[in-house]
């Protein structure tokens, strides 16, 4: 029997993506990258390669359920991160599992941009503003999906088009902080901003990147799930997550005829 410490447990919650580039391949790299173990349960199937992405099947919520019980049963989770909750029905069953357990929820809903059908990505939004959100410690999220959830759930009609006043929206919904990625600083540069209840928390500067490269969200939002089941308070995760997609967005490849995919082990790279 093995004296060894485990490493911090990390429960994933996302589509299976071939190409690696995000779901539960991509957060796998991502968390063995920080020293961590990666738990997870497929959501939804993701075919395509890294041009585009062909179909999506969901799974039946009661399958993710089975998967995801009996790990949560057996052993002790640190983080729980949350990418493509596939359907409104497995919110629920998400929900229901992040009220149970104390660990802290990270919730990057990046499959919302590209829905290829907007009534039920629509009805995935609601569900997730109100489930989940309120189970969020870590909102991870664009400018163009925090003002289509906000759309979606705003009840007046009142159309919202400054993404860092849908941010703070979607914290009087429930969420503990919202990391804003792709939005500008106050010197109008490129910037992803750390917002709370209190205003901005941080704020750290977009990597420049020359050309389209997929995986860069759901990285950051992976390096920051690792970074709260290391321990660390939200504001060092997020510091540690923007080192880390420096590097990762310094290292990107193409390995197809598509987008280029940013390098997750980068940081596990030594000069030869």
Do not use: K
Not at 113 to 119: G, K, N, T, V, Y
Not at 145 to 154: K, N, W
Not at 210 to 226: E, K, P
């Amino acid at each position: 029997m093995s004296a060894h410490t485990p490493p911090p447990l990390v429960l994933v919650f996302d589509s299976s993506d071939p190409t690696g580039a995000t779901g539960l391949q991509g957060a796998a790299v991502t968390l063995a990258a920080f020293g961590c173990h990666s738990l997870p349960v497929a959501t939804a199937i993701s075919c395509g390669d890294t041009r585009s992405v062909e179909h999506v099947h969901v799974l039946d919520p009661e399958w993710v359920a089975e998967q995801a019980r009996p790990v949560l049963e057996d052993v002790p989770v640190a983080a729980i991160l949350v990418g493509d909750p596939g359907c409104p029905d497995t919110v629920g069953v998400i929900a229901e599992i992040a009220t149970d357990y104390a660990a802290p929820l990270i919730f990057a809903p990046g499959s919302l941009r590209d829905s290829p059908d907007p009534d039920e990505s629509d009805d995935l939004v609601v569900a997730s503003l109100e489930m989940l959100l309120p189970e969020t410690r870590v909102l991870v999220v664009d400018g163009t999906v925090a003002l289509r959830m906000v759309a979606v759930g705003d009840d007046d009609g009142d159309a919202c088009s400054d993404p860092q006043e849908a941010a703070r929206m979607l914290l009087r919904c429930g969420a503990g902080s919202v990391l804003l990625a792709e939005s500008r600083d106050a010197a109008l540069q490129p910037a992803d901003l750390l917002i709370g209840p209190a205003g901005i928390l941080r704020t750290d500067t977009r990597p420049p990147v020359n050309s389209r490269v997929a995986g860069g969200l759901a990285a950051l939002a992976a390096a920051v799930a690792a970074g709260m089941a290391r321990g660390g308070e939200v504001e060092h995760a997020v510091r540690e997550g923007h080192d880390y997609l420096r590097a990762a967005y310094a290292g990107a490849f193409t390995p197809g005829m598509g987008a280029a995919l940013v390098d997750r082990i980068a940081t596990l790279r030594r000069p030869a």
